[in-house]
């Protein structure tokens, strides 16, 4: 039996063929890792593309992005693979604690700006996937300027205070919900942020739960956020759940006008791309919010 094997298929012939299949193509994921990446590039539409890591019309990932915060503007992380400027020599491991623990590979904490809390709430396997795809980013160079603030030590002053008064961290479900009104809060509360914009802010930077998505006067950018909750006269209330879906998925809104700025931002890099079956569960979980009252506009 074992002879046949080997007189009919000549080593010289299965060798070459075998080889071919183990010796993975220079740096391009196979197999399961492949699976991985692809189910991670998806989280990362979900996340609205990381956005905040993406100038203006600018090329996607490279950081340096200002965001004002109190006090102080801090600029977004080059996300690519260069080793200098980028995330090319962190380990899995050290990404991983950035986005969930805020803490960077050389033991400085990372400003809250950051939604490390938020994202403590994804699933292990779904955090894995998308640092899996992250890790895939071509190297681009690029140097990312220094915080910039006239307050003294207003990093770790700064990490100190948050992380011993407002600080809030989540035990994140052993595998992340796959459908309904659950999908759409996990989606909402710990992948695509809405409450990141939405959900106003103290002038410390503290979301004020008791608005929880219903809107601000003034967002990260200084510009008007509209109310998400289900308020009829000063949210969305009147909203159906596919013109919710519709706004995800496309940027136009129920009376055709195109979303703008941050939204558009969001939507074009990431949540345009996620399955209508997604964007339907995070428009079921608005809608089961109760309504708060808040007029933006
Ligand atoms: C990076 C900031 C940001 C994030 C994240 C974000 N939004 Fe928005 N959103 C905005 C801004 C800014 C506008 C206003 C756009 C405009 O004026 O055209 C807006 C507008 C909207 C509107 C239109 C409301 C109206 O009355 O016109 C809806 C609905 C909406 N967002 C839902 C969401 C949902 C759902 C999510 C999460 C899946 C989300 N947004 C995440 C910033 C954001």
Same mark, same amino acid.
């Given at each position: ?13 299965v ?23 692809a ?7 979900? %996340?609205?593309?990381? @956005? ?10 490279? /950081?340096?992005r200002?965001?004002?915060? +109190? *006090? ?8 690519? @693979?260069?080793?200098? #400027? ?37 699933a292990?396997?779904?955090?894995? %996937? ?14 990312? +300027?220094a ?25 994140? +479900? ?12 996990? *989606? ?6 809405? /409450? ?29 956020i509209?109310?998400? %909750?289900?308020?009829?006269? #000063?949210?969305?209330?009147?909203w159906?759940?596919?013109?919710? %879906?519709?706004?995800?998925? #496309? /940027? ?17 890099? /990431? ?27």
């Open positions: 039996m074992r002879r046949a094997f080997v007189k009919r298929f000549s080593p010289f012939l060798f070459p063929l075998l080889l071919g299949f183990l010796t993975p193509a220079a740096g391009q994921p196979q197999g399961a890792e492949k699976d991985i990446v189910r991670g590039h998806y989280l990362f539409s979900l %996340a609205g593309g990381c @956005a905040c890591h993406t100038a203006p019309k600018g090329p996607p990932n490279l /950081g340096g200002e965001i004002p915060i +109190p *006090l102080a503007k801090v600029y977004s992380t080059n996300l690519t @693979a260069d080793r200098e #400027t980028g995330l090319g020599g962190w380990s899995e491991q050290q990404i991983h604690n950035a986005m969930v623990k805020g803490v960077r590979p050389n033991g400085e904490k990372i400003l809250p700006v950051m939604p490390y809390e938020a994202y403590s709430g994804m292990e396997e779904d955090l894995r %996937a998308l640092i899996a795809y992250v890790r895939t980013l071509k190297p681009v160079r690029k140097e990312i +300027p915080l910039k603030t006239w307050v003294p030590f207003y990093r770790p002053l700064g990490t100190f205070v948050w992380s011993n008064l407002f600080s809030r961290f989540f035990n994140p +479900p052993r595998q992340a919900p796959q459908s309904g009104v659950e999908r759409g809060r996990y *989606l909402v509360e710990h992948v695509s942020l809405c /409450g990141d914009c939405h959900t106003p802010r103290s002038f410390m930077g503290v979301p004020d739960r008791s608005f929880y998505l219903a809107g601000a006067k003034k967002g990260p950018l200084g510009e008007e509209p109310n998400i %909750a289900p308020d009829k006269e #000063t949210g969305i209330g009147e159906s759940r596919n013109d919710i %879906a519709e706004l995800l998925l #496309t /940027g136009v809104k129920p009376d055709l006008d195109n979303v703008q700025g941050l939204m558009e931002e969001v939507v074009q890099a /990431g949540y345009k791309n996620m399955k209508r079956e997604d964007a339907l569960a995070i428009a079921d979980y608005l809608k089961s919010l109760p309504p708060v009252k808040n007029k933006i506009k």
